[in-house]
């Protein structure tokens, strides 16, 4: 399941169960939809609205647009309040 927390990984992981469970390339962005909650769900539910078909790749890229690494955003957000 994907909240919106830590893509990176998120990503490595489905890449690898696609690898092991040979998902094709047109299936790989529906069925990770299934496993998106929170604002993760929210997010994609406005984004598949604008398009039809996805590749997995550029849902990759606009995902991890999207989601950027919070641990990066808080440290920064830690270092202005002090």
């Given at each position: 399941m994907f909240d919106g927390t830590n893509p990176?990984?998120?990503?490595?992981?489905?890449t690898r169960y696609f690898?092991?469970?040979?998902i094709p390339d047109?299936?790989?962005v529906d069925l990770v939809s299934l496993h998106l909650y929170s604002k993760a769900e929210?997010?994609?539910?406005?984004?598949?609205?604008a398009r039809?078909?996805?590749a997995w790749e550029?849902?990759?890229m606009d995902l991890s647009a999207r989601f950027k690494?919070?641990?990066?955003?808080?440290v920064v957000e830690d270092f202005k309040n002090l």
């Open positions: 990176r990984d998120w990503i490595k992981k489905c690898t092991l469970c040979k047109d299936q790989k929210v997010w994609f539910g406005g984004y598949i609205l039809k078909r996805v550029d849902f990759v690494d919070d641990i990066r955003s808080r």
